[in-house]
């Protein structure tokens, strides 16, 4: 048991680090927010799952855990619709491999 | 065991670091709003891993309340940068 949740934690801290690799070579917000959400979620959960394993008895401390994911798993998507919707009606430049921009054109209201 | 939390603990305190160097760097507004919330992540989940590591279980509220003041923090610096424009 001890083994599988110390497995769980470090797959959770990993894509932590594949996405702070992402921050840095992305050329773009919108590329960057797509790096940095994805531990956002799925390597929180991973971590959660590690721990809550590790004080498996407790059962206060792994509904707090399992909180936490809920909550993250809630509010990430809507955080990062905001800042992308921000960061695009404010003007932010484009990376210049941009293929299709689809809000192009379109009136903001 | 030891080993397994110290490579852990390394792997998170170099994302954390990433984290850091992509605020300073920047570039934009929304950059560095991306950069911090997923630092905030970074240390939620370095609190969670210590608190498995030593068995306390002080620190786990601290999760709760920190998940959720990011939310509202990432969510008002949006509606300021969607005000006055990223700079």
Do not use: N, W
């Amino acid at each position: 048991m001890e083994v599988v949740s110390g497995i769980l934690m470090l797959l959770g801290a990993l894509l932590a680090l594949v996405a702070g690799i992402g921050l840095q070579r992305f050329d773009d917000v919108f590329a960057r927010m797509h790096a940095a959400t994805k531990p956002a979620t799925l390597g929180l959960a991973l971590v959660m799952f590690g721990a809550a394993l590790q004080l498996l008895p407790d059962g206060g401390a792994v509904i707090k855990l399992l909180l936490v994911v809920l909550l993250q798993f809630a509010t990430a998507p809507v955080g990062s619709h905001l800042v992308g919707r921000a960061a695009y009606r404010a003007g932010t430049e484009l990376s210049d491999q941009t293929q299709v921009d689809e809000l192009a054109g379109v009136d903001p209201e | 065991m030891t080993v397994l939390y110290a490579l852990i603990f390394a792997v998170l305190a170099l994302a954390g670091v990433l984290c850091l160097v992509r605020m300073l760097r920047g570039a934009s507004f929304p950059d560095r709003i991306v950069a911090l919330d997923m630092l905030l992540v970074v240390v939620v989940c370095g609190i969670a891993v210590d608190a498995a590591r030593t068995g306390t279980r002080e620190y786990l509220d601290v999760l709760v309340v920190a998940s959720l003041l990011g939310f509202t923090g990432t969510s008002l610096v949006a509606r300021f940068i969607e005000r006055r424009g990223a700079r």
